[in-house]
DNA sequence: GCTTTACCGACAGGTTGTCGGTTAAGTTAT
DNA sequence: ATAACTTAACCGACAACCTGTCGGTAAAGC
């Protein structure tokens, strides 16, 4: 019934690793608050003195798990962005939807995301991502308005805008009808032409492709 | 030493005021997660069950909390925008302000609302306030669409937009030098004007105003 | 006098983080 | 090669909390 406490070595990295992929399951089924320290030591099969010599505490765990997920969107955005072959708009609709994780590894995650056991997990991912997005699409702007596509007076602000806005109001339209996704989604890009001092739909049929491709 | 348990009755929303007034103190003082019902009971001087006879969780109180302190803010905002003597753009930027809770009465609160800790409550309370403040800000859109002084195809989105901005922007202007605010500052009225379709410095000195006057 | 409701405090069951001790792995010395 | 030593992963008991429950008591209202 009992496991036998064999002992198995393993190499920091490695149990590190190890802890941090049952710690994000476990997040992800129960959230942040509910998961406790004992539910992963458990799962692992290690003891509760092991998961505190790699980890001073739960929290680093969490932000240990942060930067993992967020450095992958961030490195994706940045190479997006060098493609200098591909049109702008479409560069920059694909670095912002870089930020939308739904895409991405962590689409499971999403779901559970917002639920208020995980508010510190959702604030963390969105300061991270922010700041790390953010500089990439200011420079995307800056090239547009060299290139005459864009007419921006302040670049880094209208990124801010644009990105703050989309991770926040892209967050919850699982709970929308279709048809207010699509409405959703014309007004964003009439808002980001706007903002941009674009010409009208320069941006619309980018955005619109992405976000009926991502969410059916 | 001990102060002897002396019964003293209370009417219920007494009590509950009386619980809801402590607890907030402390989620300041202490973050919400930090903050035990143990220092909420000590300090108040009640048992444990009288407190869990009034409120069926820690969460449920933080839930009171948010709500009477975001009561305030939306209907004050709602009290503004019905003034129509006052010039539109006005009414706009001070109810865009009533959100941002540093004027009123939990100025204090706001200091530690960053921290970690509170990431509940932070959630919970901007939740409540785009919910709230977003309609009052699309009807004042419409109205300054039908005056001609605003042209805006998507009245509910463009305020949303502009409140979800404001709301995490001007979150974190504490650690930023008096310059830069004004940047942002200017960098949100002139992006404000592109979404509204207004012209050029038709919202600068009223946002300005505000800025300038509430962060000194 | 009876019912309702505010109040009490012990308690169960859970949590995180600490710490001294143990064992495996790696390194140096002989 | 092997013995002696050092480093680093690992263990599990434990202290010090925490939240929420529950049976019982006392005051208020009818």
């Known amino acids: 019934m009992k496991e036998k406490s064999m002992r ?27 998961a406790s320290t004992n539910d992963i030591i458990n799962r692992i099969g290690i003891a509760r003195g092991t998961l505190y010599h790699h980890f001073a505490s739960k929290e680093e765990i969490l932000d240990a798990i942060v930067e993992r997920m967020t450095r992958e969107g961030i490195s994706k955005a940045s190479l997006i962005v060098k493609e200098r072959s591909v049109p702008i708009c479409e560069r920059l609709t694909a670095a912002i939807m870089a930020l939308n994780i739904k895409g991405g590894a962590a689409s499971e995650v999403f779901d559970q995301i917002h639920r208020p056991q995980n508010a510190l997990l959702h604030q963390k991912m969105q300061e991270r991502l922010l700041e790390g997005v953010v500089p990439i699409i200011e420079g995307l702007i800056r090239e547009g308005n060299e290139t005459g596509l864009f007419d ?39 808002h980001a032409e706007k903002l941009l001092g674009a010409k009208e739909n320069t941006l619309k049929d980018a955005i619109m492709n992405i976000i009926t491709s991502q969410n059916r």
């Open 152 to 190: 921006s007076e302040y670049p880094r602000e209208a990124a801010e805008m644009i990105m703050i806005y989309s991770s926040v109001a892209f967050d919850e339209l699982t709970n929308l009808s279709n048809e207010d996704i699509l409405k959703k989604g014309q007004a964003f890009a009439y």
């Open 8 to 34: 198995v070595v393993k190499s920091a990295q490695e149990r590190k690793n190890e802890i941090l992929d049952v710690a994000e399951q476990l997040f992800e089924e129960k959230g942040f608050d509910n």
